[in-house]
């Protein structure tokens, strides 16, 4: 992805969005309650672009703005489709983040860990560039590895003996990298390598977020971002929920990846508490969350 002609884009398209999103919902200008909006993190300016739109339109229609926290709203996501009860773990895996939280409640949000330096989805993207099979690369990546062997390759699990949530993923890539520089991959064997690739990183995943219900107690996972929206995945971690006793949850494939409904969302839980956002609130490429 190319930031520069991305937010280009994001100016092409962001009022015709907005447009077609009231038409398809049948309602006008004059039925929003308040604008809802990205302000970080991520592509600052992507970022910019709906940010300032959304003030534009809050200041036009004089309706409150509220900010919203991308990766917080990644966490919440699942509440678009089904009540879960507080507290739970929340391991949000997405091209720009991995990391997993202690929530208990709408807001107060504890991160218990995150990625040193690639994200999971990242990961994907980056190797699946290296091999050109194309992007999203999770999604690529998830297609080939259908029917192959999860250990085919023994890759490495990284910082899975280390006492903490924290990922790493960039050796795991260089030992990817390296390993199709050693033996090479073809047609037959690509699946292969590909779906041992997935399994450790989902493994890692998995290992970390079940670290984090045993020494917290508590038997809730909520999965969200971009990556969740992986079947393969989706079968690890309800296979595992099963066998330790523990509710899993995952949003709707399509409520995993990038959406404004779970910005809206985000956004209603701060309106409902009046915490509105003013006029020259910031947009951040890093953000914390608590
Ligand atoms: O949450 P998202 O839509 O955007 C960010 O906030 O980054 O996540 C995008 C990421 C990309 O890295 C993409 O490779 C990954 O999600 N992704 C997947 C799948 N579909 C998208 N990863 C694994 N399996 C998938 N099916
Ligand atoms: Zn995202």
Do not use: W
């Not at 077609?20 to 200008?29: F, K, P, R, V, Y």
């Not at 900010?67 to 009860?85: K, L």
């Not at 995943?205 to 107690?217: E, G, I, Q, S």
């Amino acid at each position: 992805m190319v930031p520069e002609i991305a937010s280009r884009r994001h100016i092409e398209l962001v009022d015709g969005i907005y447009r077609g999103a009231l038409e398809e919902a049948g309602i006008s200008d004059s039925d929003i309650d308040a604008i809802c909006v990205t302000s970080g993190p991520g592509l600052i300016g992507s970022i910019l672009v709906g940010l300032s739109f959304a003030k534009g339109l809050s200041f036009s229609l004089n309706k409150p703005l509220i900010a919203v926290n991308h990766v917080q709203a990644h966490a919440m996501s699942i509440f678009i489709e089904e009540d879960v009860d507080f507290p739970f773990i929340a391991l949000v895996v997405s091209g720009g983040h991995t990391v997993i939280l202690k929530v208990e409640d709408q807001n107060p949000l504890t991160v218990l860990g995150s990625t040193r330096d690639d994200a999971a989805g990242e990961a994907f993207d980056k190797i699946a560039k290296y091999l050109n099979i194309g992007y999203p690369g999770g999604r690529v990546i998830e297609e080939i590895s259908k029917n192959g062997f999860k250990d085919y390759v023994a890759f490495p699990r990284p910082m899975l003996d280390e006492n903490n949530y924290d990922f790493s993923f960039s050796g795991l890539k260089t030992s990817f990298i390296n390993y199709v520089k050693r033996n090479g991959v073809n047609d037959g064997n690509i699946m292969h390598v590909l779906s041992s690739f997935q399994e450790a990183i989902f493994d890692v995943l998995l290992k970390k977020v079940l670290r984090a219900t045993k020494d917290f107690k508590i038997g809730r996972v909520v999965v969200g971002g971009g990556v969740a929206s992986n079947r393969r995945m989706r079968e690890v971690f309800c296979e595992a929920g099963k066998r330790e006793g523990l509710e899993v949850y995952f949003p709707s494939s399509g409520l995993c990846m990038d959406n404004g409904v779970m910005v809206a969302l985000m956004g209603y839980y701060n309106f409902m508490k009046s915490a509105f956002s003013p006029l020259d609130v910031q947009g951040f490429s890093r953000m914390k969350l608590n």
